[in-house]
């Protein structure tokens, strides 16, 4: 089955800067890598996915890449903010929607004010 | 107005016993799903749900158990609970071949 690696496991940022997280993952019939964000005590909600036939996908302040020649992806976060401290989580999906979603290990996120 | 909703939000039980989480989404999504989240923050899905299939995750043990009476339901039963089940269980919803899924808020189970 798919296996989805993430680092960092944790990363503090000052307020103002970049933080970029890193994901892999294994089989390379995976098409949909969505970003997940949890906050605490809640549940994860969306934030931004990407598609296997796209290189590249920003909403505002947050962009994702896709290499599927490396098989890896990323997650971007410009002009971090406090609200952006988290628990965030890649997955990938061998079936192109929400079905069978693999999980990374989450990357806590912690801007510093 | 909750999207998708879990009760009871915490659950203390002992070793041996039998419980159920409920999960309802009003979405009027297709798809339902059980996820365990351990004490790492790790994510696993344990069971997906629409009214054509169920898929399981194979290595969740017979114990637990996913019940729709309803499009818009899906509980989770677990017998003989024990210790290592402890975790967070997100129900989750998306709409047919659609790409987001919409969690609750989680079940904290400790099992004593």
């Known amino acids: 089955g798919e296996n989805v690696e993430q680092h960092p496991s944790t990363l503090s940022v000052q307020e103002g800067d970049s933080a970029v997280i890193k994901c892999t993952y294994s089989d390379s019939a995976s098409n949909y890598f969505p970003w997940y964000k949890q906050e605490l005590g809640k549940g994860p909600q969306l934030i931004i996915d990407i598609r296997s036939n796209v290189g590249e996908k920003k909403d505002q302040r947050i962009a994702v890449t896709l290499n599927k020649t490396a098989k890896h992806f990323s997650l971007h976060i410009t002009e971090t903010q406090p609200e952006d401290s988290a628990v965030y989580f890649c997955?990938?999906?061998?079936?192109?929607?929400?079905?069978?979603?693999?999980f990374g290990s989450g990357t806590q996120l912690t801007v510093l004010p | 107005d909750t999207a998708v909703s879990q009760t009871p939000k915490y659950l203390v039980t002992q070793m041996g016993n039998d419980k159920s989480i409920k999960c309802e989404q009003n979405l009027g999504h297709d798809t339902m799903y059980w996820y365990k989240q351990d004490s790492k923050k790790f994510l696993k899905i344990m069971f997906s749900y629409n009214n054509k299939e169920l898929i399981i995750n194979e290595t969740v043990p017979n114990r637990f158990s996913p019940k729709s009476p309803d499009k818009a339901h899906l509980n989770l039963h677990i017998n003989s609970l024990e210790l290592g089940d402890s975790a967070v269980y997100f129900c989750?919803?998306?709409?047919?071949?659609?790409?987001?899924?919409?969690f609750g808020q989680g079940t904290r189970l400790t099992v004593v």
């Open positions: 989750a919803s998306s709409p047919h071949s659609n790409t987001e899924a919409f």
């Open positions: 997955a990938a999906s061998l079936s192109g929607s929400a079905r069978q979603l693999t």
